[in-house]
Nanobody, 112 residues
Framework: QAQLMESGGGLVQAGGSLRLSCATS????????MGWYRQAPGKQRELVAQ???????DYADSVKGRFTISRDNAKNTIYLQMSSLKAEDTAVYYC??????WGQGTQVTVSS
């Protein structure tokens, strides 16, 4: 049984927006920083954004000003609001909890 469940991926035109969600258990959520990673075909998985338990966020340079990570402590869920999407944002997006927990991934495809 997956311990992190992503949702919200899909197909969007360049310039559009999507919001990804990642729900997890309370034990994972409350004890770990959380993050979003992505992996494009033929490329290594890379960090997109991460957020500490206290809510401090950090972003890859490629998404700064366009993506926003947030966490809802009542729902044990993190979000990734993606705006001004580009074709190069196309990838499978993964949620990560701490160092050990990964979601199954959700596909984001941006058409140009």
């Amino acid at each position: 049984q997956a311990q992190l469940m992503e949702s919200g991926g899909g197909l969007v035109q360049a310039g559009g927006s999507l919001r990804l969600s990642c729900a997890t258990s309370g034990s994972i959520f409350s004890r770990n920083p959380m993050g979003w990673y992505r992996q494009a075909p033929g490329k290594q998985r890379e960090l997109v954004a991460q957020i500490t338990r206290g809510g401090t966020a950090d972003y890859a340079d490629s998404v700064k000003g366009r993506f926003t990570i947030s966490r809802d402590n009542a729902k044990n869920t993190i979000y990734l609001q993606m705006s001004s999407l580009k074709a190069e944002d196309t990838a499978v997006y993964y949620c990560r909890g701490g160092l050990s927990f990964w979601g199954q991934g959700t596909q984001v495809t941006v058409s140009s």
